[in-house]
């Protein structure tokens, strides 16, 4: 009997482990940034563009432009992920077609960020001749977060109740109808989950911008679409490895990753409240 | 005789990919009167309700032969918009499924659709219907709450309800009072008797009390058959068919 027990422990005790190690890490991770890079910030560094070869100054810029490049990429991808996922879900006849794109959905979610940047830097800026601008960016992360937004919104749509459809199309509502009014408002918080992770990975990325949007300085601050911009991810790229001033940088580096991951928990933060806030409305 | 049939079932076939579900059915179904199909599980009965107005065109890889021929025309040809086919004949399903709305939007919801707009009309509407389905007592006060919070019975009303106030001619009922206890069941019933002076009911139960209780006429169904369509006195007094004797003593089913 004991010995049961005992193995009821153990298993316990190693469960608990597990979960704890991920808690600890991302706690650990954020401390360490937080801690290095809080000497850094100030109001200066939020508000003013780099200076003597970005080794002092602000990153101002760069905020700027990861925020005008998360913003475009979620403009794009969200309505363009939904009414795929729409048509995935609740038009197209299940069958080999469908299961080849759901096949390729997946496979693009696997894609090395940085083919996708080699294909917006071909397709965007060289083709289109978009120049490497916030829409050659903006699109080409759009294609990148596509996949995830994709997947959260068919699951979302596919948890809505079946019986919610029945009831409206048993009324006599249009198939499309019951899609806008009963389909859509339900499969909401699911579809804003996906987007939290889209936007995330979007703000991160450093890949795919690198040759469609991010300029290595620019102190000047973008007035159009077609301009190119700095960018967080892409800041710190170029400090850690292709300035002459690496080391003496170090302290902005971790500013600056402190101020993107602050963006990025404060952009998942806005759409778990939003999420919590729709669910409490909707209960079945 | 001048032919009172609101819903006309002319030799239908129907099938789930390669299974046959339904053979040969041919039955009338008449203006004002609740019919009551019965029968053992996977008979065919919920398959031909749902044939009625179109509900099985949602489920892929089905296929109808025949005809189902509501107001002299036959619902399954091309050019019938099966939207409006089913708003002239509503439904009523197994499980109460109130959209996770207040109970006066499940309610409007319909009608704003079909393009009532005006308020004080939607309001009369609401009551009506709920008046109808005799729930407006209970929830008059609680209008604007989640119909998720009433109990079985009472979002089964609200279903009917919500049903009533597309103001169809036929109410199709696939086995309403199937989830639901005894007393709810009763009020349903009671309802059942009182809707019918107003539309045309069809309703498929598991339940042949109740079938015998509410029932003007009873088809019974067997292995996708229509074995026997009679009024329910008859059918469940002096049946024609064996089968049928069979099934309604117990002996199988």
Known sequence: ?284 | MLSDNIIEVKRVNFYYGEFKALTDVTMDFEKNKVTALIGPSGCGKSTLLRLLNRMNDLIDGTRVEGEVVFEDRNIYDPDVDPVEIRRRIGMVFQKPNPFPKSIINNISYGPKLVGVKDKSELEALVEQSLKQASLWDEVKDILNQSAMMLSGGQQQRVCIARALAMKPDVLLMDEPTSALDPISTAKIEELIEELKKEYTIIIVTHNMQQAARISDYTGFFYLGKLIEYNPTEKLFTTPDVKQTEEYITGRFG
Not at chain 1, 32 to 41: E, K
Not at chain 1, 122 to 137: D, T, W
């Open chain 1, 1 to 284: 009997m004991k010995w049961r027990y005992f193995k009821q422990n153990v298993f316990f005790v190693t469960i608990r482990f597990s979960a704890f190690i991920i808690a600890l890490s991302i706690g650990a991770f954020l401390v360490y940034i937080f801690m290095n890079g809080i000497g850094a910030i100030g109001w200066d560094f939020l508000t003013l563009p780099p200076r003597d070869s970005m080794t002092k100054g602000g990153i101002m810029p760069a905020i700027l432009g990861t925020f005008y490049l998360t913003a475009g990429a979620i403009i794009i991808a969200l309505p363009l992920g939904v009414v795929s996922a729409i048509y995935l879900s609740e038009y197209a006849k299940q069958g080999p077609v469908i299961r080849l794109i759901r096949i390729g959905v997946n496979c693009l979610a696997g894609v090395p960020s940085v083919v996708f940047g080699l294909f917006g830097l071909g397709l965007f800026v060289v083709f289109l001749q978009f120049g490497s601008c916030i829409l050659s960016g903006a699109l080409t992360l759009g294609f990148l977060i596509l996949p995830t937004i994709i997947g959260a919104s068919e699951e979302a749509l596919k948890g809505v109740p079946q019986t919610f459809r029945e009831a409206s199309l048993g009324l006599g509502v249009s198939k499309w109808q019951t899609i806008l009014r009963i389909v859509l408002p339900n499969a909401l918080p699911g579809i804003l989950t996906g987007s939290i992770l889209g936007i995330g990975r979007a703000a991160g990325e450093t890949a795919p911008i690198m040759f469609t949007a991010a300029a290595f300085f620019t102190a000047k601050l973008p007035t159009s679409i077609f301009d190119e911009v700095m960018a967080l991810p892409y800041h710190v790229y170029v400090l850690a490895t292709a300035g002459t001033h690496i080391e003496e940088t170090r302290p902005i580096q971790y500013g600056t990753i402190l101020v993107l991951v602050a963006l990025v928990l404060g952009i998942d933060l806005i759409a778990i409240i939003m999420r919590s806030y729709i669910r409490k409305k909707k209960r079945w």
